[in-house]
């Protein structure tokens, strides 16, 4: 039990001071449980972080929650997982419960246009650095511009899988791995990886009476096939929720999940609890449960199994094309929905601009960037 108390009180403060999205975190966690605490070394930490880049979901989450899963078994990772994502939880709760950004004041208007400004500047962000880790040769250059077009011109979240797996396909008919080993593949935990295909069949096949299940499965849907970090979470939200969530709410939670420490994931806490208005704590329960469940369920599954998967070569090149296939779906989000949701004057582009040179090459504080955007609009608010 000491343990168990252990894990939460560790990873509770990690939730509290974790700012900067999925690499900090890591970043974090290193600190803290490699070189601090001395729960693993520095070979087991850089294998849980390889699992989690290795499977869809929310990575650093997945990087706690094996650390937690070492640490005191299934229910450390439980404590691990609702410790790190707690403050973040009440925080993006309570923004939308009190309706801070939800009356028409000028100033409040003021601040969601400041934040839908800053959401374009950090999709950018993620979209280049993305684009520069994953797109290194003639190959994948290729595969991200058919895919890229793929998206832009025929937009749904059906056809968001179809590109995916036309790039699992290119990817193992033609990039070639530096790795020539021919790994023998240890079988996955099979019951466990089968109750996640099942979730994902239904979330696919069916439409439930009930508004709490499709909220679970929408979510469910959506976090379970992330590849590449939190970021990429975006068009799959947007596809997946429709008409349920209006456009700018999905900009603002993007945003607010940005200022927070925890994982971007919680962007799942403020929509759900937006769209069960008559039960919002439940619907943000159950939102944040559903787009973790599927990374955790992939953790489950490969834990013992992914030092032979990460060595077979096939599977590197249908990866590697897949992680392409991901950059071009988040720069085909960031072209037809992003930018023209939030940039409407060349006084907006010039602002993304220096936002954007500011986060990328002067490596200036997030949150500091966001009160300037704030400050901005809020005088230029003030004169109009």
Known sequence: MSNLIDIFYRFLLLG??????????????????VDKLKWLDDES????????????????????????????GIW????????????????????????????????????????KLFAVVVVLDATLSMFKSFCKDKITVAIFFLAS??????????????????????????IKSEIKTKE???????????????????????????ELLNLFFDFYKSGSLVFGGGHVVLPLLQESLGEKI??????????????????????????????????PFLGAIIATFGIFLGGFLLILSFYKSFESFSKN????????????????????????????????????????????ILVKYLKVNIFYIILGFIFIFSIKAFFV
Request: net charge positive; glycine share 6%; hydrophobic share 60%.
């Open 76 to 115: 450390g990772a439980i404590l691990a997982f609702i410790a790190f994502t707690l403050p973040s939880f009440i925080f993006l709760y309570l923004i939308w419960y009190f309706g801070i950004l939800q009356n028409d004041s000028i100033y409040v208007n003021s601040i969601i246009y400041a934040l």
């Open 149 to 174: 077009i793929l998206l832009i011109f025929f937009s749904s979240v059906f056809n968001q899988i179809f590109v995916l797996f036309l790039c699992a396909i290119f990817g193992f008919l033609f």
């Open 184 to 210: 023998k593949i240890v079988s996955p935990n099979f019951l466990i990886l089968s109750i996640f295909l099942a979730l994902l069949f239904l979330a696919f096949s069916y439409e439930f009476k009930n």
């Open 313 to 356: 070569e096939k599977l590197l090149r249908v990866i590697k094309a897949i992680n392409t296939g991901v950059v071009a779906l988040l720069f085909a989000t960031l072209i037809n929905t992003i930018i023209p949701s939030a940039v409407y004057s060349i006084f907006d582009a010039v602002l993304v601009l220096i936002g954007f």
């Open 45 to 72: 930490y850089t294998k849980i972080v390889a699992l989690s880049q290795f499977l869809p979901g929310p990575s650093s989450s997945q990087v706690g929650f094996t650390i937690g899963l070492r640490r005191g």
């Open 246 to 279: 209006i456009n700018d709410t999905f900009l603002v939670a993007y945003s607010l999940a940005q200022t927070v420490s925890g994982p971007m994931f919680t962007i799942a806490t403020y929509l759900g609890a937006d769209i069960i208005k008559e039960s």
């Open 16 to 33: 509290l001071v974790s700012f900067g999205g999925p690499i900090a975190h890591i970043a974090y966690f290193k600190k803290t449980f």
